[in-house]
């Protein structure tokens, strides 16, 4: 019998919570950014934010908060292809915990398409994953504490201080600060160049403009 799962289940969750700490191993072990429990919170938030701007209602803000808590338990496999592995462990899990095929799937789609590498706006509810995912640039996000081994990666989001997404107005504006003492700018173009690519596709499909402010000068 399909059961009402709602955000706080998914926090509860122990499995989720096992998967969560695998992931932030491998992602530790691999010299990548935070992506765990920090994260995910985040991008929950922010998915509930984004569709409930856009007047989506109270189940579908569920389920994406959801999606965004889940959306990267992928890594407690592995890196590459985390996307596609995470959303078909989030549709087997979500449906042993009760929930409905057609949420679970609404879900696993999302998931399945919130990465740059293979993923593309194809639902709402993925358009605002994705906007959430790739507006979390911070310098909390380094687990390396040793600067003078730090790759571009790891300057990019140490520089940056602050990074907020606002959806208003028919606008999803990102803005964030960078200490340039520490990168410049050209830096974060660099590497995130084709994330911001997938952030416009992702705005355009929920009828939004996408723009950047970065020290507060528009880019994009």
Not at 29 to 53: D, M, P, Q, W
Not at 58 to 66: M, N, P, S, V, Y
């Amino acid at each position: 019998m399909a059961t009402e799962l709602t955000i706080k289940d998914i926090q509860k969750s122990e499995e989720v919570k096992v998967l969560l700490q695998a992931s932030s191993l491998q992602m530790s072990s691999l010299g990548y950014t935070e992506h765990s429990f920090r994260h995910c919170r985040l991008v929950s938030n922010k998915c509930g934010e984004i569709l409930e701007a856009i007047g989506e209602d109270e189940h579908t803000i569920e389920l994406g908060k959801i999606a965004g808590y889940i959306h990267d338990i992928g890594n407690a496999v592995n890196r590459t292809n985390h996307a596609m592995s995470g959303a078909l462990l989030a549709y087997d899990m979500l449906l042993r915990k009760g929930m409905n095929y057609n949420d679970a799937a609404i879900v696993m789609m999302a998931i399945a398409n919130h990465d740059e590498g293979e993923g593309s706006p194809v639902s709402k509810m993925a358009a605002a994953l994705i906007l959430s995912d790739k507006a979390d640039v911070h310098r909390s996000r380094v687990t390396n504490r040793a600067l003078e081994t730090f790759d571009i990666h790891d300057r990019v989001n140490y520089a940056a201080t602050t990074s907020i997404l606002i959806v208003e107005d028919n606008k999803a504006k990102l803005d964030i600060e960078i200490d340039t003492k520490i990168c410049p700018v050209m830096d974060y173009f660099e590497i995130f160049l084709n994330r911001m690519k997938m952030c416009r596709k992702a705005a355009t499909f929920l009828g939004l403009t996408f723009e950047l402010f970065i020290n507060q000068t528009q880019l994009l």
